[in-house]
Structures are given as C-alpha cells and as structure tokens.
RNA sequence: GGCGACGUAGCCAAGUGGUAAGGCAGCGGUCUGCAAAACCGCCAUUCGCGGGUUCAAGUCCCGCCGUCGCCUCCA
C-alpha cells in the first residue's frame, strides 16, 4: 500500500478532506499546472508556486520522495502575439521570461522542480496522444470549408464523466454564453487538441497538416510522460479547474483506460488585490491589469516576506494583498528572525530550560498537528510563534547557549519545512556601509558614557531617518537596516 | 442566469458539536539615561443576519444579505 501518513488532504474531485496516500509506497507523483510565459509573472503565480514548494517541502519532511513536474506553456496566441510585437521569435521570447521566472522562484527559496518540461519539448508525444484519441474515437479532425490544414478537437460526448471535477453538467456547458461557435465542430462543447496554423505563426508537422497544440493536450502528454498514467496529486489554481483540468481528465482518462487521472486535485486559492482604478476587489491577473509584478515586489522586500504572507491564510482560501497586510508580515518576520539572538545568560539546566525543552516539544507537535491539516499553514505559524515566545522568554531568564541554541534548532528546521529561511538577508548595502556605521556607533557609546545624551540620541535617530535602526542591549549597540 | 467558495476583534487569521489559537496595531506595566527589542497584563459573553436540529452550534440544516471565483485566455 502507502507509506503511512496522518496527513489529510482537501481533493476537489471528492470535495472532502481524505487521508492522503499514494499510489507507490512512500513516493508522491505530483504535477503543477505551471505559467503561460508571455510576460513578467505576478505575486499570483508566486503564490502558487510557494503553496505547492510548501506541500512539496512538508511530503519531504514527512518522509515521502517527491517527484514534482511543473509545466510551462510556451505556445500559445498570447505568446505568439507578443513576440511579433516585439518583432523576435515567440520561442526566444518563452525561454526568456522562463528563464526569468526561475530565477525569481529561487530568490522565493522555492526548491526546483524534478523537471520543468515545455510544451514544445513534448511534441512527438502530444501528436502521438491526440493519434491515439482520435483512433480511439474520443476526437476528430475537422477543417473549415476549403482549407486542407486541419484542427482537432476532443469530443465531449464520448466522455461519459465529463464535468466530474467541476461539478458541471453538459447542459450547463452547452448553455454557456462564452463558447465559441464553430461550424465545423460537432458540439459546441468540444475544444481543440490542435489548433491549425495560421500564417506567421510557429508549427509543428502533423498528420493533420501544419499547426500546434491545444492549451489542455500538452498536460496530459507531459504528465504521461514524466508521472505514468495515474498520478497522486495535481494542482493548481483554482481558476484551472474548468475547463483546463476539467479537460486534462477528459484527455487521459480516455487515453490511458485508467481513473482517476489524478487521485487528489489541490487547488489553490487566488491573490486578490483592489483594483486602482474601480476600487473593487479582484483576482490580480494578467488580463485585469490589476498585478504587482514579482520583480517589483523584491524591490522593495525579500522573498521571505511573501512567503510569510502566503502562509499566513490557508491556501484554498482567497488572500487579499495590500501595503496594512504587507507592513504586516514584515514585522511578523521581524518577530520570528528576533528569536535568533543568542544567549545572555549561563543557565545550562533548571526549571527555565526544562520549560523551554517542553516548549520546543509542544511547538514540534502542534505544528505537525495542523500541517496534517489540510496544509494549515497558519496554524503552523502559531505554534513557531509560540516557540518564538519561549525562547524569548529563556533567554530573558538567563537560559544559556546550549539549550537556547537547541530551541532554536527546532525553530528554524520547522521555518524551514516552510521554507522560510529566517537568516535575514544581508542587503549588498549593509555590506558596504557597515565599517561606517560601527565608527558612528563607536563614536555614540563614547558619548553615552559621557552622559552626552542629546548627541547620542541625534545620531541614533538620524541614523533611523536612513533606515538604520539601533538597538542598545547589555552585550552592545545592535543595529539593522529596516525599511 | 448556472455552478462553487467564503463572511470570526481596528486589521490579518486558526478553529475536530462541548463553550473563541496566533500575529499586527492599541492601552497599562517591567527593563532602559531616553528609546528600541524583549517580557508581563488588558484587548470578541461572541463568530454577516434570521430561523431550525441538539443537553450543547462559530462549527450541522434551511432561508436571507454581502464578498469573491468559474462558466472555454487565466496560478
């Protein structure tokens, strides 16, 4: 069977939280619908992104071996209607805010994919899955009037179970306002596997002439590839669960014989952001216009503090983002890497540091307790807030380096589980004006010891003005950058 | 219009039918030359509203109000 777990997962397939196993003892399949890459990703798609590296993170730690397979869609009309406006080739244009995008997962400390497969690097096998489809009777080619090159699209009819995931039924759909009408295919509901070219656009040979693959099919065709024919988990946002996923499982199961496609579907919940302009409240996406780029965000704040901000609320529900929220997180991330310092005292046993052993047990199980819990992260958060508490406590009561050093220990490998590193970055500046600041903080203790407070505190708080910030402590002046 | 989710203090937010975690902000205190940080204490007789089930409901059921998402571009 399974490797043993007490973790319970939310599937939107059943719509109930289940204990969570898997197919294989002790190794977790798992697929994440990943970007379209036609411009800079937002905090949304970071969002995600950090929901399932914390997933990811935490299967780890339970003990499982996670294959973890992240998509990329690097074809698409948004893709290609961007390169020509740009005038460079839409491949070129896809590598690079891919590329980009990595780079800005690894600033967020999310741990890399198993493999990060493109859709235009799957295509003998997407060409293959939709040969066999239509061999299979679950899709057909169709052209308009006069035209040799060919689309493809799944018939929905054949599908017995469609709708399964979204809980629509085929009334519903055809009853949809948005679904184009195309003469050619037989039902309105059915959707394309492969699209024919037009001209200026890139294309793949194909048995149905010239022409590049639908949005859905690259999912099936890469999961299979890279995942088998049957998977543990699935996920994405929750905006993917119609048609997009609703699709993929019409697709492989068809294809394969085998169900379910997937046995847990994890979505998650979106960023909502105000829109400046309406002021409503609103998913923040590409097409609204309503988005913080991740660029922009690590102008001013280090990846941690996003990631703070995902875990604050449970990932199935919608986060609201803005500056109260964000200033926020920075001072809860504050409070969490405050717990850091070290000891002032000498005590190496007693009832204080029996207390804060306890507390280090006590925090190590209520965290586990609510991971088990359907991911919930924010509960999680308590118990290391908890923990910050007791170590703040010891160390006031004189607790020495051994124990505090433990207790520590204990608070970062749970942080870390998160993947919150709560070493604070060092700003490049920090690095550069450092040997200034300690001449200025040199110069104020001199003056403190002189009673030559007026000068003292004009040098601590202009300091402050620039974003230094100090603090006096029995053991020296501290100081930081704060924003 | 159809389907779905959600509504807990000033703000964010957790909550297995048994009597409201945690964080931020605020207030009072300890410490400090003063601050900061840290610590101690205070801060929801109450969980959108109205019914119902139950010995017991934030938690279950029904209705209403509000917010958001999806209904073939969406993380």
């Not at 074809?75 to 690079?96: M, S, Y």
């Not at 749970?414 to 200034?436: D, N, Q």
Request: charged share 25%; proline share 4%.
């Amino acid at each position: 069977m399974s490797t043993p777990s007490e973790l319970q997962l939310y599937n939107t397939l059943t719509r109930t939280t289940e204990p969570f196993t898997t197919l294989e003892p002790g190794v977790v399949r798992m697929y994440v619908c990943g970007v379209t890459v036609y411009d800079d990703a937002h905090i949304g798609h970071a969002m995600s992104a950090i929901v399932f590296d914390v997933m990811r993170r935490y299967l780890e730690w339970s003990g499982y071996h996670v294959l973890h397979i992240v998509n990329f869609t690097d074809v698409d009309d948004k893709i290609i209607n961007r390169a020509n406006l740009l005038g460079i080739d839409p491949h070129e244009l896809a590598e690079r805010y891919i590329e980009e995008f990595l780079e800005q997962l690894k600033v967020l400390n999310v741990l890399p994919a198993t493999r990060y497969p493109r859709a235009t690097g799957t295509m003998p096998d997407i060409i293959g899955a939709i040969e066999r489809l239509i061999e299979q009777g679950y899709a057909y080619a169709a052209a308009p009037d006069g035209s040799t090159a060919q689309d493809v699209y799944f018939r929905v009819e054949r599908f017995e179970t469609y709708g399964k995931l979204s809980r629509r039924s085929r009334e519903d759909m055809l009853g949809g306002t948005r679904v184009e009408v195309v003469a050619y295919k037989e039902s309105p509901a059915d959707f394309a596997l492969w699209k024919a070219a037009k001209t200026d656009e890139p294309a793949w040979d194909s048995p149905w002439g010239p022409g590049r693959p639908g949005w859905h099919i690259e999912c099936s065709a890469m999961s299979l590839k890279h995942l088998g024919e049957q998977m543990d988990i699935h996920g994405g946002g929750n905006d993917l669960i119609f048609p997009h996923h609703e699709n993929e499982i019409a697709q492989s199961e068809s294809l394969t014989g085998k169900a379910p496609f997937s046995r847990f579907w994890v979505h998650n919940g979106m960023l909502q952001l105000v829109n400046a302009q309406t002021g409503q409240v609103e998913k923040m996406s590409k097409s609204l216009g309503n988005l913080v780029t991740i660029k922009q965000f690590l102008i001013d704040d280090d990846g941690a503090v996003l990631r703070l901000l995902v875990l604050g609320s449970h990932y199935r529900k919608p986060l609201t983002y803005n500056e109260e929220v964000l200033a926020d997180t920075r001072r809860k991330l504050e409070r969490l890497r405050g717990a850091l310092q070290g000891a002032t005292g000498s005590h190496e046993t007693g009832t204080s540091v029996d207390t804060l052993v306890g507390a280090a047990a006590a925090a190590r199980e209520q965290f586990t307790f609510a991971m088990n819990d359907d991911l919930n992260t924010s509960g999680a958060l308590a118990a290391l807030f908890e923990l910050v508490r007791a170590i703040n406590v010891a160390r006031d009561a004189g607790v020495g380096e051994g124990p505090l050093l433990e207790a520590q220990t204990v608070l970062l490998e749970l942080a870390g589980v998160l993947g919150l590193s709560l070493e604070a970055s060092t700003p490049s500046t920090a690095l550069e004006v450092g040997p200034f600041v300690d001449l200025l903080l040199e110069l104020r203790g001199e003056l403190r010891q002189a009673k030559q407070f007026a000068l003292a505190d004009k040098v601590r708080d202009r300091l402050s003005a620039l974003g230094v910030v100090l603090e006096d402590t029995p053991q020296g002046t501290r100081w930081k950058f704060e924003r």
